[in-house]
């Protein structure tokens, strides 16, 4: 069952991927933290674990339902014209709409953090809440909202990766559940460090472009699209990989200069 683990690929998938739902949830952990806030102080370390549970529980759950939708592979209508030639199946469907709404979904919040990064943060604040039972449902509801980028993200990294069906859904369940267990057990040294370099968020949700193209371009290479007689090809994940790494690199190095820069300052104004 666990065979995929012995390959160098699935680790590498499984650790990538786990990154991107722990700093793609940041949002979700301020949020929760909004919510827990409203209750008595005795209750918001049980809210905020018992919500983060249940988001787990309703993310593997929703791996299971992506998962069988993208294992339906056989074309049930097929599109033959002057310049496009295909056949549509469940799975180009679901990878395409996915890449489509990961496309706008990391566009928008970009747009947000940059031009209004206090609004979500402002409604949420607005609301009362009074009760245990109704803090964790509310915080169920807004992990559904956040939760359909990360298993398209999920999809997106594990697609193609194993020789049986079961080993992408997996690495995928493996995934989330160490990044809810890590963000139950580090929420506030994960927020406070995001918080501190925002960059870091900008650069996942840039990566979430990347990872939309992929399921675009994986949709027509699974149809086996043919635009103007050049048929589509699907993207080695390989250069995804490499991309995120790279940026990560660089983005580290930045963050150590800055820090080196602000130390020199301050010895400077000291003396």
Known sequence: MFEILTSVDAW??????????????????????????????????????????????????????????????????????????MGV????????????????KSTSEIHEKVEIPEHDEAVL????????SKAIFQIVIIDFIFSIDSILTAVGMTNGIGSKPTDALILMIIAVVISIIIMMVFANPIRVFINKHPS?????????????????????????????????GAIPKGYLYFAIAFSLLVEFLNMKLKKKIAVTENRKNNE
């Open 12 to 85: 590498v998938a499984l650790l990538t991927l786990t990154f991107l739902e722990i700093v793609l949830g940041i949002d979700n952990i301020v949020f929760i933290s909004i919510v827990a806030n409203k209750l008595p102080k005795e209750h918001q370390r049980k809210a905020t674990n018992w919500g983060l549970l249940l988001a787990m529980v309703q993310r593997i759950i929703l791996l299971f339902a992506v998962s069988y939708l993208v294992g339906l592979k056989e074309p049930f209508y097929h599109i033959d014209t002057t310049w496009l030639t």
């Open 125 to 132: 604040k607005s609301k009362n809440i009074t009760k245990l």
């Open 89 to 104: 199946s469940g799975q180009a469907i679901i990878l395409l709409l996915g890449g489509l709404f990961l496309l706008y």
């Open 200 to 232: 870091m968020q900008l650069l996942a949700l840039s990566f979430l472009i990347l990872i939309g193209f992929m399921l675009i371009a994986e949709a027509a290479h699974l149809s086996h699209a043919v635009v103007f007689g050049q048929e589509i």
